[in-house]
């Protein structure tokens, strides 16, 4: 048996998001860190999309809906 390391890689809107180290490990703060660069992130959903290229692909999707009523 091997065992792999992956690399984490957050989209968003097509682009990849930067990790810095040290919130690397912790998804809320990393979730936060990001929502500093795109604010619509903190209503995202944070979607698994799999492996891909020796990476493990998490994707922030916009919330879609009606504003309110």
Do not use: C, F, Q, W
């Amino acid at each position: 048996m091997e065992v792999t390391t992956l690399t984490r890689v957050y989209r968003y809107d097509g682009i990849d998001l930067p990790v810095p180290p040290h919130l690397a490990g912790d998804p809320s703060a990393l979730r936060a860190y990001h929502a500093t660069l795109y604010p619509a992130i903190l209503n995202a959903e944070a979607v698994d999309l799999g492996v891909s290229n020796g990476a493990l692909v998490t994707e922030y999707r916009r919330a879609v809906g009606t504003k309110g009523r």
